[in-house]
């Protein structure tokens, strides 16, 4: 993660029981918004968020209906630019295995350190408090460059779907990280995650 911390410490686990396919490329996404996710079949929960689960059961438990996309406004970008400063330089990286003695342990920062899932737990927390719905605000998992894996929070909006990341402050069309998108969850249930297929332009059946 760049922190000068080991590698296996940070975000481990998260590549855990990954299902994952690509289709043709199309025009749009199946939310019917240009620039958003296309989203595939039911997957499995990475096994941090499973145990999280077992700990936050009434978070898990969440479901809504059909919620349309966030609009993405000047106050809505700000409100996503100072919540990602916030959170960033707020929360010291460490390992789970500093923090919590286990490989891989999701929570809201403990004694203002974490990971990268972490900060995400606290983002869509602060952002929820702010009027945004859980239904878009999605943890995510990606795989970095260098085949690492690594959490960010997507936030879906109706000019797209864009990433909140510790790694750095800039919010940024999920097409612009460099990331390769693995799953999220579902924007209807709390307790469910889908896979992400293709790229920002891919058309597919969505059971999000």
């Known amino acids: 993660m760049g922190f000068g911390i080991p590698r296996a410490w940070l975000c481990a686990g998260l590549l855990t029981g990954l299902m994952l396919s690509v289709t ?21 929960a990475p096994v941090g968020y499973i145990e999280f689960c077992r700990r936050h059961a009434a978070e898990c438990r969440i479901r809504s209906g059909k919620v349309p996309p966030a609009v993405m406004s000047a106050g809505l970008e700000d409100k996503l630019a100072s919540v990602t400063r916030l959170v960033n330089r707020s929360i010291k990286p460490a390992s789970d ?13 403990d004694n203002a350190r974490g990971d990268c899932e972490d900060y995400v737990l606290l983002k869509r927390q ?8 859980l239904s ?18 997507t936030v879906k909006t109706d000019k797209g779907d864009y990433v909140l990341d510790n790694l750095n402050n800039d919010v940024k069309l999920w097409s612009e990280t ?9 924007s209807t249930d709390t307790g469910r995650w889908v896979a992400i297929r293709g790229h920002p ?8």
């Open 24 to 44: 043709p490329m199309q025009k749009a996404s199946a939310d019917g918004v240009l620039g958003a996710m296309a989203i595939g079949q039911r997957t499995s």
């Open 97 to 109: 295995l500093a923090v919590h003695g286990a490989m891989e342990f999701w929570s809201y920062p």
């Open 126 to 133: 602060m952002l929820e408090l702010q009027g945004i719905s």
């Open 136 to 153: 878009n605000l999605l943890i995510t998992v990606v795989k970095k460059k260098d085949g690492e894996g690594h959490a960010v929070l």
């Open 178 to 186: 460099g990331y390769r998108f693995l799953k999220r969850q579902s």
């Open 201 to 208: 332009d891919v058309l597919v059946g969505a059971v999000d």
